[in-house]
């Protein structure tokens, strides 16, 4: 980095140690400076601290105190909040990143070479159709063209729950690009008409808003798939991004020549992405799908992942959701082996429903080197395989930090790192990671439920409590919250408000399906230990998903069962430990 450049708004003068932004000039000691030097030449990336003391004290032996000394006193500097940084971002146990845009200092205000043409955000694009129902295929076209720049490994692309943590607001470009760490924005419109389609958009450069590209596009919608193509490769033919040899190869899969299909696929995946009851309707989304096109293998992988999350959401019984969620798996990779999609759905279906750990792990490595970026099978391995099926703690963190990595303001992504944090007894960081999912997601009841799960674990009850009844406010009294609800309440020496919500639990048993893994843990929490026996054995016979969940050995809750020789009994008659 030579000579003076920006980082965001402010100006960094390296000769004169100081960074300046409307009228106010700070001084940085010479050694902060260096630091702020060696991050700025490597924005966007994980620093290891190695490389800073190496940097910046070469030859010379300093603590770590002295780093974050000097990373404090830029946040200061830069007046940046590391709960909500816009400037440096701490990797725990890593480094730290550069988040602000670094731009070349002059009066045209044009991004270095090497950072502008390396990144983007996909805004979701506008419906200006009539029907509501358009806005489903608005999302989905955003959604494949995210996909595909994706595939490009020089490209960095902020992935889908991130850059739709915009819609429907009128944010300025140059924070979204702060926000999200990229150098341009794509924006686009979907007008539809009958058959017919208009699609408009428009390739913005953040630091300067200077539009690099624009294009309207009048087509059929037989056409769309040839039009996203065209779109993803005009953007990286602006950036200037090689695609080594395979610009024959589309960038955009249809998947299927069905329209009516593809539409249905993307209201079962929107509806997917929503969890909890949704999932139901996203389930019928995606039954249709393959019925109108019986080879449409990504339409068959999300069935077969609506079957596995309402199975361990226990809104259908598990006879029904193993059966139909394994098939459904087994035809996705049987149709495509290359989807990344399809393994992950297998992987899942091989844990939860066949119990069988050694397939269950070579699908999910098939899937992330299909897809190193694919946010979903990051935090499925991390969390179900890898911590609590075999216990590797700090890896399970690692790859939902990686997801957190590509996904930095998804609610889920972040969710799911911080109940990895729990699984791994690592409290107090997973009550700070699952608020900040909160508050990215408010509306998550999966960010709540893992708020509560940090909170509890934390024996801090009386905000368990009030996290807990927020999860069963949002989600009808779910039984994942009133199980934990009562684990709480019992903890915390509230025996007769614990022993009230599981007598609620099994009232709605005598007419509702309720899992019987979740009804054990929470019998056994209020010690009504012959029940809990009892609730165990039928959750086995039915193989209840949430047996490799509640039953792990390496999950908080499963303790006191593992007491009980009976159910030591259990776990050996079905080699489950």
Known sequence: MNGDFRVGPWVVEPSLNSISCKGTTVRLEPKVMEVLICLARHAGETLPKETLFDTVWPDTFVTDDVLKHAISELRRAFEDDAREPRIILTIPKRGYRLVAPVNASGATGTPTASLARDSIVVLPFVNMSAEPESEYFADGITEEIINALAHIEQLHVAARSSAFSFKHKHVDLHIVGERLNVRTVLTGSVRRAGSRLRVTVQLV???????????????????????????????????????????????????????????????????????????????????????????????????????????????????????????????????????????????????????????????????????????????????????????????????????????????????????????????????????????????????????????????????????????????????????????????????????????????????????????AVAASAVGMQDEAICHAREAFEVRDPFCRIHFSKYWPDTARLREDPRFQEILLKYKLD
């Open 205 to 519: 450069n953040v630091s300067d808003g200077y539009h690099i590209w624009s294009e309207r596009y009048d087509l059929e919608m037989k056409d769309i798939f040839e039009v996203q193509d065209e779109i993803a490769r005009s953007i990286v033919e602006r950036l200037r991004i090689s695609l080594e040899g395979k610009r024959e190869e589309p960038l955009v899969r249809a998947g299927t020549k069905n329209l009516e299909a593809y539409q249905l696929y993307l209201k079962g995946r929107a509806m997917l992405y929503q969890r909890g009851p949704a999932i139901l309707r996203g389930l019928n989304y995606f039954q249709r799908a393959v019925t109108l096109d019986s080879e449409y293998a990504l339409a068959w992988a999300g069935l077969a992942d609506s079957y596995t999350t309402i199975g361990y959401y226990g809104l259908i019984r598990p006879e029904e959701s193993i059966s139909n969620g394994t098939e459904a798996a087994r035809r996705s990779v049987a149709l495509d082996p290359s989807l990344a999609e399809a393994h992950n759905s297998l992987g899942m279906c091989c844990l939860l429903h066949e119990w069988d750990l050694p397939t269950a792990e070579q699908e999910f490595l098939c899937a992330l080197k299909l897809n190193p970026r694919y946010i979903q099978a990051h935090c499925w391995y991390a969390l179900f395989y890898l911590q609590l099926a075999a216990g590797r703690m700090a890896e399970g963190i690692e790859h939902t930090r990686i997801a957190v990595e590509f996904d930095p303001l998804s609610g889920y992504a972040n969710a799911m790192l911080g109940m990895t944090h729990s699984a791994a007894g690592r409290y107090s960081e997973a009550v700070e990671i699952c608020e900040r999912a909160v508050e990215l997601d408010p509306d998550s009841y999966l960010a709540r439920c893992s708020l509560q799960w940090a909170l509890r674990f934390s024996q801090r009850y009386e905000d368990a409590v009030a996290a807990c009844k927020s999860a069963l406010a949002m989600s009808g009294r779910h039984p994942w919250a009133m199980g934990s609800l009562a684990i709480i309440l019992a903890e915390w020496g509230k025996r007769a408000d614990a022993e009230s919500v599981y007598a609620e639990m099994m009232a709605r048993a005598r007419h509702e399906y309720m899992a019987p893994a979740e009804l």
